[in-house]
């Protein structure tokens, strides 16, 4: 007999395992099969890629270009598993190559095997993929395009590397450092170049490199055309081509009319050793001494010095970095002998040649003896892009033919000093004299685009030239010196054959001078103070009339007090210490990044602050200006727009010349671009030459790249075949 409960165990068992059925899977939906719940699952995708670059143009056929991409984090909980790319004929396809991993790596590489069309373009998509499986949405790059194969190279096979230089009258011999002036050698490491032979002439054509550091030129010879670096853009450094222990690949891509037709494959340009920046912090000295390499620092810290001890070394700070002098006082400039404290030194006993130094350093060392750089000798320095704060920067008399190009000089003992372009220059200062800003002792020298706020003092330095200048100028004891495009007052005493041009000065002093002559546009505020105490033949009077071999026009009544864009009243992004532009003195740490060199730290007399409350001020011209500002032609009266392709300004005519009194005759309103390898390399406009119009009175000339707008039709006159360019921005507002 069947026993009669049967049918309800049967229920149970039934029940059970639906029970056991719905278990499991509420537990598969809250663990995601992992056995452990998880209340707080994220089921969100991972963040796509950004930046994703294919190069626009690759050199082949048959392979793909690398592809690179930017990459800040899944943004949701799971970690990133891994990175997928494809190749396609049209965006998002995947036809030509389908989806492959590329690791975790920001980048994949070349692929082969490819049969492509040169007059097509091709697309790359990649994803992102989480540790949970979950799949990003699909970025796409712009496009890229197989082009011809051209290959860059050395320009002078004898000097490859940074650091290396050729004689410029014999390329074919290496500059052996005693030659005089810094353009009488060629510095190799600027300089590649590449040939092209599927074009005759240049027209249509122009050539950028990947890093977007050099400006190239055009000119035919070759099998075709042969594209130059001409050399860093000045919105470039030697940073900008490093990693902390190597160099960075880099390639060209030419275009004509825009589209890319060539293109060389990355490589890295140079094989000088990149080194790190020894750590010693609490000291002793140390000697930087393996002949030709770049030491980089990657990240701030404190230094008890250096001794640069060998030829063709190069120091870089990488961006974000920053070196501090913290001296353990054991040595002075890591010599016993020398009665100084210093950052970095070079030793009269070494006189290294060929040197490079690159970034953002300080010196918060406060004594009359402590020098941020002190170079007692040295052939060929340069000083590039190079910011500092504290100590002054000594260059003494065995320093030959140096180069300072962007250089900020912030002394806590009174002045801010940024200079655009000099050439051979020393300057002999003190921690002390550096409150006037610049002390220069020193012949022929050629400093351009100078803001001085503590003022430049000339002393012995014959044959020298100012080419706009913001702050007093104060000399003696000098001859055939010139000075145009300046703002501020003029003093000048026991000088001979001074030339004063295009000057807005608050007075103007002549003691002692021997043939003076002030030329074209002659702005003073009001009262007009003019004197001339002794000398023969100064060149002004009293009532500020022309004497002697003078020539001005005197605009009278200026007021510059609104001129300047002045006090910033919100937050610099650049600079770490401001609050809407103030910050109290004890607290500032940021002395040197500002969203442009034209600013600094100020007190409400606009000096350098060193107590109280300080604010940022902007030295740029207003926009709106119309006193300093685009009126260089009259005076008082706005100068015609800059229209590339358009006949050049009036101000910029070729018959609108100064002559000085050293003989040299030169486009007023206009300075010559360094560095190119056209006319004779002394800054001055002069005939067949490259130069930059100067529409503005002192050191702002304007911002931006000269010469991507194109240049103007020069009017040929006095001074003729001048290729001119402009900035294209004149102005701040």
């Given at each position: 007999m069947k026993s009669p409960f049967k049918p309800?165990?049967?229920?149970?068992?039934?029940?059970t395992s639906i029970r056991a059925t719905l278990l499991a899977l509420a537990l598969g939906a809250l663990t995601g099969g992992s056995g452990c719940i998880d209340f707080i699952r994220d089921r969100s995708p991972p963040a796509p890629v950004s930046a994703l670059s294919d190069g626009e143009a690759w050199p082949s056929l048959t392979s793909s270009p690398l592809l690179r991409w930017?990459?800040?984090?899944?943004?949701?909980?799971?970690?990133?598993?891994?990175?997928?790319?494809?190749?396609?004929?049209?965006?998002?396809?995947?036809?030509?190559?389908?989806?492959?991993?590329?690791?975790?790596?920001?980048?994949?590489?070349?692929?082969?095997?490819?049969?492509?069309?040169?007059?097509?373009?091709?697309?790359?998509?990649?994803?992102?993929?989480?540790?949970?499986?979950?799949?990003?949405?699909?970025?796409?790059?712009?496009?890229?395009?197989?082009?011809?194969?051209?290959?860059?190279?050395?320009?002078?096979?004898?000097?490859?590397?940074?650091?290396?230089?050729?004689?410029?009258?014999?390329?074919?011999?290496?500059?052996?450092?005693?030659?005089?002036?810094?353009y009488s050698c060629l510095h190799g490491g600027?300089?590649?170049?590449?040939?092209?032979?599927?074009?005759?002439?240049?027209?249509?054509?122009?050539?950028?490199?990947?890093?977007?550091?050099?400006?190239?030129?055009?000119?035919?010879?070759?099998?075709?055309?042969?594209?130059?670096?001409?050399?860093?853009?000045?919105?470039?450094?030697?940073?900008?081509?490093?990693?902390?222990?190597?160099?960075?690949?880099?390639?060209?891509?030419?275009?004509?009319?825009?589209?890319?037709?060539?293109?060389?494959?990355?490589?890295?340009?140079?094989?000088?050793?990149?080194?790190?920046?020894?750590?010693?912090?609490?000291?002793?000295?140390?000697?930087?001494?393996?002949?030709?390499?770049?030491?980089?620092?990657?990240?701030?810290?404190?230094?008890?010095?250096?001794?640069?001890?060998?030829?063709?070394?190069?120091?870089?700070?990488?961006?974000?970095?920053?070196?501090?002098?913290?001296?353990?006082?054991?040595?002075?400039?890591?010599?016993?002998?020398?009665?100084?404290?210093?950052?970095?030194?070079?030793?009269?006993s070494q006189d290294p040649k060929f040197t490079w130094l690159e970034g953002k350093m300080i010196s918060p060392e406060i004594a009359t003896n402590a020098f941020l750089l002190y170079y007692q000798a040295g052939a060929f320095p340069v000083f590039r892009r190079?910011?500092?704060?504290?100590?002054?920067?000594?260059?003494?008399?065995?320093?030959r033919s140096a180069r300072l190009d962007q250089v900020q000089i912030t002394s806590m003992f009174g002045s801010i000093l940024k200079f655009r372009n000099t050439l051979g220059t020393r300057i002999q200062a003190s921690a002390t004299t550096l409150m006037r800003g610049l002390q220069l002792d020193v012949d022929t020298s050629y400093f351009r685009e100078v803001l001085a706020t503590g003022g430049v003092e000339l002393s012995f330095s014959d044959n020298s030239v100012f080419f706009g200048l913001t702050g007093n100028q104060d000399g003696g004891n000098h001859a055939k010196v010139t000075i145009s495009h300046?703002?501020?007052?003029?003093?000048?005493?026991?000088?001979?054959?001074?030339?004063?041009?295009?000057?807005?000065?608050?007075?103007?002093?002549?003691?002692?001078?021997?043939?003076?002559?002030?030329?074209?546009?002659?702005?003073?505020?009001?009262?007009?103070?003019?004197?001339?105490?002794?000398?023969?033949?100064?060149?002004?009077?009293?009532?500020?009339?022309?004497?002697?071999?003078?020539?001005?026009?005197?605009?009278?009544?200026?007021?510059?007090l609104n001129s300047f864009f002045g006090p910033i009243y919100r937050d610099d992004s650049k600079n770490a210490s401001d609050t809407l532009g103030e910050a109290p003195y004890v607290s500032i740490a940021d002395w040197l990044n500002f969203e442009t060199p034209f600013r600094g730290w100020t007190d409400s007399q606009n000096r350098l602050c060193s107590a109280g409350s300080c604010r940022i001020f902007d030295?740029?011209?207003?926009?709106?200006?119309?006193?300093?500002?685009?009126?260089?032609?009259?005076?008082?009266?706005?100068?015609?727009?800059?229209?590339?392709?358009a006949p050049c300004p009036a101000a910029a005519h070729g018959n609108v010349t100064t002559q000085d009194l050293a003989g040299r005759l030169f486009l007023r309103n206009a300075f010559e671009i360094l560095g190119d390898e056209i006319g004779d390399e002394d800054g001055l406009c002069e005939s067949n030459e490259a130069c930059v119009y100067a529409p503005n009175f002192g050191a702002y000339q304007g911002e931006g790249d000269y010469t991507a707008p194109g240049a103007c039709a020069f009017q040929d006159g006095t001074i003729s075949g001048v290729t001119l360019y402009a900035y294209p921005i004149n102005g701040a507002s």
């Open positions: 309800r165990s049967r229920f149970r068992t039934t029940l930017t990459y800040p984090g899944t943004g949701n909980s799971h970690a990133l598993d891994r990175f997928e790319f494809a190749l396609g004929t049209t965006p998002g396809e995947t036809d030509l190559k389908d989806w492959q991993s590329a690791g975790t790596a920001t980048q994949a590489p070349s692929l082969g095997g490819l049969n492509l069309d040169p007059t097509k373009t091709y697309y790359a998509a990649v994803r992102a993929i989480d540790s949970a499986g979950q799949v990003s949405s699909v970025t796409l790059s712009a496009g890229w395009r197989p082009v011809s194969s051209v290959n860059v190279n050395a320009r002078f096979a004898i000097a490859p590397n940074w650091n290396d230089y050729v004689n410029a009258a014999s390329p074919s011999t290496p500059c052996a450092g005693t030659e005089t002036g810094y600027e300089k590649r170049e590449l040939e092209y032979a599927g074009a005759s002439n240049c027209t249509g054509l122009s050539a950028t490199d990947e890093l977007a550091a050099f400006d190239w030129t055009c000119a035919v010879g070759g099998a075709g055309v042969v594209f130059r670096s001409r050399g860093l853009k000045d919105s470039k450094g030697l940073a900008d081509l490093l990693e902390p222990a190597a160099w960075k690949e880099n390639r060209v891509i030419l275009r004509r009319d825009g589209q890319p037709i060539a293109s060389s494959l990355p490589a890295r340009w140079w094989t000088n050793p990149v080194l790190p920046l020894p750590a010693n912090p609490v000291g002793p000295y140390a000697t930087l001494s393996t002949a030709g390499a770049i030491y980089t620092l990657e990240s701030s810290r404190t230094s008890a010095g250096y001794l640069i001890g060998a030829d063709r070394i190069g120091i870089v700070t990488l961006p974000g970095a920053v070196l501090s002098y913290q001296s353990d006082n054991s040595e002075w400039c890591g010599i016993a002998t020398s009665p100084a404290l210093c950052l970095i030194h070079v030793a009269a190079l910011s500092t704060w504290g100590g002054p920067l000594l260059m003494q008399q065995s320093v300046t703002l501020g007052s003029a003093y000048f005493s026991n000088c001979s054959d001074l030339t004063i041009a295009q000057g807005a000065h608050y007075a103007v002093t002549l003691a002692n001078v021997a043939r003076g002559k002030l030329t074209g546009n002659l702005l003073l505020s009001t009262p007009e103070a003019c004197e001339a105490l002794g000398g023969t033949d100064p060149g002004v009077g009293a009532s500020c009339t022309p004497q002697g071999a003078s020539d001005f026009n005197r605009v009278g009544g200026v007021d510059t030295w740029r011209l207003k926009a709106l200006d119309m006193v300093l500002r685009n009126t260089t032609g009259t005076g008082n009266t706005q100068n015609d727009a800059f229209i590339p392709g």
